[in-house]
């Protein structure tokens, strides 16, 4: 029970951190704060509603993730290396294949409301 409890503590702490110098991170959570009232709207169910906040929650544990590898490259070494470049390139890749995704989903499911038309 105390290594949840000291998990719990350093997620704590990492989303303070991020939450207050992390400008994407800070970009992301305004979206989810957007997103959980205009989902509302949007969905045509429960489950959509769940699958559109579900997506902006992934982009953001997305965004996470990168950061801790760019963290962690900057941590190594501040000098250019070609090996943490592409390491930090290919976090910056799921950051935009999960900001793909969760528009195309958000695209989806508005196409969906305003034509009544499942996709």
């Known amino acids: 029970m105390k290594r949840l409890i000291d998990a719990f503590y350093n997620s704590v702490r990492a989303f303070r951190r991020l939450a207050a110098s992390e400008a994407a991170f800070q970009q992301e959570l305004m979206l989810l704060v957007l997103a959980i009232p205009l989902g509302w709207f949007v969905a045509t169910s429960w489950s959509g509603y769940a699958l559109l906040i579900g997506a902006v929650l992934m982009l953001i544990m997305v965004e996470v993730l ?8 900057d941590a190594i070494s501040r000098e250019f290396n070609i090996d943490i470049q592409l390491a930090k390139d290919c976090g910056s890749l799921a950051v935009l294949i999960s900001i793909v995704l969760a528009g195309g989903i958000w695209l989806f499911a508005i196409f969906e409301r305003i034509y009544g038309i499942p996709v």
């Open 66 to 73: 990168n950061t801790g590898i760019e963290a962690t490259c």
